[in-house]
């Protein structure tokens, strides 16, 4: 092969490597484009990237706005519409975009884990230009809700649009350039403590897009867990007219922890006195319900964990809180582990789909776990457990009891907590279930009417967004 | 120029693009290293990167840890760490990393917006390969969390590694190759709910990292705000001993708002009965404390918004709860709108740096603010107001009030929130304060022995892993 076909050949590759290389950034700034869009942290409407999701279906269930009368149904609809259009704000779902790096670059640039406080001068790390032969050297950054600059600027530096949107550096060498671009800062320039700006990096016809994550930092909060299960795990009971069951449950817990703290929340009409060491009964308006009083109990822990028990169960020779303890404190990640009351783990999955913005999304309830955890025999990850589980007092928090449900609710707590809370329930794990003597009072409220639970699926269709719930 | 000349210049320009790209490729492969250290996401004790942030310090005031007993320091020490260990694994710190796109690669990768559900097969957007001139095209991609696979094989496809972590895809064909890597789905093998995964591609010598994070979809939680201001605030008062106040502030409310709900947490001794439509008197064991009291009322609230007034404040005709509520949904990311009482607005900032592991952070009080609230003269943001503001309900919630705070707390609520929540005040929210006649009782409470405000100090180095705090 002469001399002027390997010429040849070589120009040729290098041709072809360009034409791929240009349209790439083509199909890119496709992608891109409409990212420019978006308006300040603060105001911005722009959709979010779920809005063009599939409908979805729960087979054989009634539509959950069945629940709602017609003739205020479209009230209804707005008002949800609007409530989750903010929710999609609030979630920095208008930041759902999905960026690509293009091949054949010449542009070094941070893509995960470049992080600056708002308002805050940070310095961009890993800028560089990579290529040779040019004469002048000239690249250019833009980001929309900030500033950007480079420091210390000697004569001779050729920087344009400091403290500006846009800023372009040029230099005939390409050392003083990469000199240059490790010295540019991006400031937020809009106040918000969780957003996220893309700069847009520049170099003749190549543009690669990246993020930036504005945070304000966060101070951690711990619990101590001082030295003993006392200091680590505080008892909650919802009390409810039973004061019978309620008291054999206290006598069986002070038979094997004597010191631990309990906590009731009392909502009977005519409240009797709780009393023992270490117990604190709060007593509530009448008959304000399952979830409020849960809330309540929850809302005055000051213990790493509580372990939550109904106020018929009874504690048994193999109830262990120390059992608990352990697991959660081998995997810190956790924040819910479920026992079994006499013999029932009553461990189920949620199948979520997020629908359309429009109908909203659909939910089925199947019993069965996700996985195994690892390193713990009979213990399976799922997304809701028994009654009787410990929690992870903060992160419980977090989800909440919807004060809302006031009679019968359980599965709603872990609806609520899908995503957030990481759930495991363990064999094993046992308390016992005391004999069912409850009174017609008692069961009037524990066995609410049909409107009670028509109310709570017309909730439910609003609060989650949903199209229909499958239990 | 002779041809000879040309074909040298040519080559040696396109050997010295090689060159940037090695170098480029061993700076990369250099920061990404460490992290294929990475464990399961459940076990994973990988320090964070902040591990070696510098110390910080607050001037002239006496380190947090001057409140703890010698005797039991180096305890209390180790406790901090190990709860420190867990919150840093809780909050995903071992996935900050900084990774960098490397420049002049023929690889394009997704770098942004890629996330799957754990355990769920999904295609992996963006993977193309663009380069030239090779016999066989051969690219690799490794994960660590999950299993990598390509759809709809058909024979005459070469993919080694199918549901491994590992996968080799070749051809002679580049257009094949790219239509394979199309059709690549990520799995992720071990549950959980929220982490990260990286991904390593990589052809020859070329290596890139991009990262997939690992969600499971949150379902919505949204109020329905109704028709009216009573469906859509509840006033919260926590009581304590001075009901005179009280039923003053009581009625200047029902003057102006005589149907909205107000919420009572009540812990005197002899909790006296307040009646009345629409009030919800809540009784605590006796000095359960302010914290306690803010955490219960905020925990029965059904509305989406909340708001904070003290037993001894009283309704003007100028106080406007409406106002509060336009500010909150023209800008759905604020959590807090602080108001003006008596003319006291009392906004400040938080200055907070992090420290290192050992000592913990440093956080200083400032009077003042950040910047206005744009569209709204008058509001500005700053990270604390007044005891008169109005909440979110579930983000107010999600932060809570430390139970543990019995007397003197405020600013401590808003340094959990730090980061959480989006605070602003605005002038003109005006509600009056009650001329102060209150008993000896009230005061011996109210006004804490010294010991009180050290349980506090130790209480803060710990649960904020703190080195010094300084109001």
Not at 63 to 81: G, I, W
Not at 216 to 240: C, E, H, M, W, Y
Not at 263 to 281: F, L, M, R, T
Request: with cysteine.
């Amino acid at each position: 092969m002469s001399r002027c076909h390997r010429t040849f050949h070589t120009v040729l590759m290098f041709g072809i490597l360009l034409l791929f290389v240009f349209t790439t950034i083509a199909v890119f700034t496709y992608n891109d484009s409409d990212f420019w869009k978006t308006a300040s942290p603060i105001l911005s409407t722009k959709p979010s990237p779920y809005d063009n999701s599939p409908l979805c279906n729960c087979q054989n269930t009634e539509p959950a706005n069945k629940y709602v009368s017609v003739d205020e149904l479209e009230d209804f609809r707005k008002r949800r519409a609007e409530e989750y259009r903010q929710h999609q704000i609030r979630m920095g779902k208008q930041n759902d975009v999905l960026l690509l790096a293009p091949a054949n670059t010449p542009l070094q640039y941070p893509i995960k884990g470049f992080r600056v406080s708002p308002l805050k001068k940070t310095l961009i790390p890993g800028l560089a230009l990579q290529t040779q032969n040019r004469k002048l050297y000239k690249v250019s950054l833009r980001v929309h809700k900030g500033v950007l600059s480079v420091m210390d600027i000697q004569g001779g530096e050729h920087v344009d649009g400091q403290n500006e949107q846009t800023l372009t550096i040029s230099s005939s060498s390409l050392h003083q350039l990469n000199d240059l671009l490790s010295r540019v800062t991006y400031t937020s320039t809009v106040y918000h403590i969780k957003t996220e700006d893309l700069g847009l990096f520049s170099f003749e016809n190549y543009k690669v897009t990246f993020p930036i994550e504005i945070r304000r930092l966060s101070v951690p909060v711990l619990f101590d867990p001082g030295k003993d299960i006392n200091s680590q795990v505080t008892i909650l009971v919802k009390a409810f007219l039973r004061y019978k069951e309620l008291n054999v449950l206290i006598r069986s817990i002070r038979q094997f922890y004597p010191n631990i703290k309990i906590i009731i929340a009392d909502d009977s009409h005519d409240p009797e006195k709780v009393v023992g060491d270490n117990i604190q009964h709060y007593i509530m308006p009448p008959a304000q319900g399952w979830f409020a009083g849960r809330n309540l109990a929850v809302s005055q822990v000051t213990t790493k964990y509580f372990l939550w028990v109904d106020d018929d169960f009874v504690f048994l020779n193999e109830t262990r809180i120390e059992s608990f303890v352990k697991i959660m404190e081998a995997v810190p990640e956790l924040d819910v582990v479920g026992g079994d009351v006499g013999g029932n783990q009553f461990l189920f999955k949620l199948d979520y789909e997020e629908g359309n913005r429009e109908e909203g999304g659909c939910i089925t309830r199947v019993m069965g776990s996700h996985a195994p955890l690892p390193g713990f025999d009979g213990c399976y990850f799922a997304d809701g457990v028994v009654n009787y589980f410990m929690g992870r007092t903060d992160a419980v928090r977090r989800v909440g009891f919807d004060p809302f449900l006031k009679r019968v609710a359980h599965t709603e707590f872990f609806i609520d907590g899908l995503g957030d809370l990481l759930v495991v329930t363990c064999k094993g794990l046992r308390i016992g279930h005391q004999e069912r003597h409850s009174t017609n009072i008692y069961n009037q409220y524990r066995y609410p009417p049909q409107s009670d639970s028509q109310q709570k699926m017309r909730h439910h269709y609003f609060k989650n967004h949903l199209k229909c719930i499958k239990y």
